[in-house]
T-cell receptor, first 115, second 116 residues
Framework: DQQVKQNSPSLSVQEGRISILNCDYT??????FLWYKKYPAEGPTFLIS?????DKNEDGRFTVFLNKSAKHLSLHIVPSQPGDSAVYFC??????????????FGKGTKLSVIP | DGGITQSPKYLFRKEGQNVTLSCEQNLNHDAMYWYRQDPGQGLRLIYYSQIVNDFQKGDIAEGYSVSREKKESFPLTVTSAQKNPTAFYLC???????????????FGNGTRLTVT
């Protein structure tokens, strides 16, 4: 059973417009959420995160929104640039005991920004 | 520059052979992880280690083994018991400890393993 879901496998956006990537989760015990960006044949790189006690976190062109009641978060990229074209993974963190935390990843959304 | 080094980038093996993937980090991180990525799939956790000489199974540990003899190194062995070993393998690390929950993972650039 998938605990972190990214229901859109792909998204195409015109350069300069807003990109909105969505993520839903089922486990209410998740307390920290992260977005990673991945280019082909490379490892994911951390993009932005949000604690479950907040509903918004902003870093430059990237903003993450969290709606705990709906168990939904979204990543907004404004304005979108061709270099943003990548696969974006949503991840959720949960305490797994003995001082350790585990990340659960969604399947990713491939964003294509068209010049 | 600090980071995580995975080698080799591409690896080919015959079915029935064990193969070991290397992962080295110079970030002085306590925690290290191995993930597997398949096409159209998210990252799935194979094994993780919070401290030297200790490791735990992740969600898909069957057919894999690891060791953590040094803080810097966390090699992954894909054994012949792994039924579908062809995949992209990613190693990651984090500081670990009490602040682990909000410490993003740092990933290597992965090893693509092909078993025929």
């Amino acid at each position: 059973d998938q605990q972190v879901k990214q229901n859109s496998p792909s998204l195409s956006v015109q350069e300069g417009r807003i990109s909105i990537l969505n993520c839903d989760y089922t486990n209410s015990m998740f307390d920290y959420f992260l977005w990673y960006k991945k280019y082909p044949a490379e490892g994911p790189t951390f993009l932005i995160s949000i604690s479950s006690i907040k509903d918004k976190n902003e870093d430059g062109r990237f903003t993450v929104f969290l709606n705990k009641s709906a168990k939904h978060l979204s990543l907004h990229i404004v304005p979108s640039q061709p270099g943003d074209s990548a696969v974006y993974f949503c991840a959720a963190s949960i305490y797994s005991g003995a001082g350790s935390y585990q990340l659960t990843f969604g399947k990713g959304t491939k964003l294509s920004v068209i010049p | 520059d600090g980071g995580i080094t995975q080698s080799p980038k591409y690896l080919f093996r015959k079915e029935g052979q064990n193969v070991t993937l290397s992962c080295e980090q110079n970030l002085n991180h306590d925690a290290m992880y191995w993930y597997r990525q398949d096409p159209g799939q998210g990252l799935r956790l194979i094994y993780y280690s919070q401290i030297v000489n200790d490791f735990q199974k992740g969600d898909i540990a069957e057919g894999y083994s690891v060791s953590r003899e040094k803080k810097e190194s966390f090699p992954l062995t894909v054994t012949s018991a792994q039924k579908n070993p062809t995949a992209f393998y990613l190693c990651a690390s984090s500081p670990g400890g009490p602040s682990a929950y909000n410490s993003p993972l740092h990933f290597g650039n992965g090893t693509r393993l092909t078993v025929t």
